[in-house]
């Protein structure tokens, strides 16, 4: 059984820039649900894709984008990269019924300058 | 007033003590309860989940859900240094999303 990846590990952007995250979910899993985690905080729900739609979003601008692929593998787009955009970014992989099992990636550091 | 309030700690205790980490919360929707556990630089780790009320026990941890009072705890009994870590409770009503607490550091002295 193959866990949740992500990719980069790293990534230093400068404001107002564009980046891209990546996230391949664990096998058999078919719902994707990505994080915003500040220092010394807890993970903030940014949205949820299920069956390649958006299941669902939590209080982020629609800079904050995303993706869900056939195969469940997802990605998270952000535009006009702000300063208070530097985190780290969690996916979670997890079943449709069973959203309270979610199964975490290392997830990507990302640092705005 | 946050959803899910989680004291951030650090908590320090010595090796083998019996561990008492707690959440409280206000949205008597709640239905789902989990316990996370983070180490530095990586994702959360899920330990146990708890539907409803009652208690669940896995190895060393316990969780205890008290709907009454809108309380929830995680035990560790026989504590390890590899137990320290962040501790994160996170919580789920019907719908998609899981709210979570700041997480509590635990340091636990060899």
């Known amino acids: 059984e193959t866990g949740v990846t992500q990719s980069p590990t790293h990534l230093i952007k400068t404001r107002g820039q564009q980046v891209t995250l990546r996230c391949s979910s664990q096998s058999g899993h078919n719902t994707v649900s990505w994080y915003q985690q500040a220092l010394g905080q807890g993970p903030q729900f940014i949205f949820q894709y299920y069956r390649e739609e958006e299941n669902g979003r939590g209080n982020f601008p629609p800079r904050f984008s995303g993706l869900q692929f056939p195969n469940y593998s997802s990605e998270l787009n952000v535009n006009a990269l702000e300063l208070d955009d530097s985190a780290l970014y969690l996916c979670?992989?997890?079943?449709?019924?069973?959203?309270?099992?979610?199964?975490f990636g290392p997830g990507t550091r990302l640092t705005v300058t | 007033q946050k959803e899910v309030e989680q004291d951030p700690g650090p908590l320090s205790v010595p090796e083998g003590a019996i561990v008492s980490l707690n959440c409280t919360y206000s949205?008597?929707?709640?239905?789902?309860f989990m316990w996370y556990r983070q180490y530095s630089r990586k994702g959360p780790e899920l330990l146990m989940y708890t539907y409803s009320s009652g208690n669940k026990e896995d190895g060393r941890f316990t969780a205890q859900v008290d709907k009454s009072s809108k309380y929830i705890s995680l035990f560790i009994r026989d504590s390890q240094p590899s137990d320290s870590a962040t501790y994160l409770c996170?919580?789920?009503?019907?719908?998609?999303?899981?709210?979570w607490g700041a997480g509590t550091k635990l340091i636990i002295k060899p």
């Open positions: 949205n008597s929707a709640f239905q789902y």
């Open positions: 979670a992989s997890s079943l449709r019924d069973r959203t309270y099992e979610q199964y």
């Open positions: 996170a919580m789920k009503s019907s719908n998609y999303q899981l709210i």
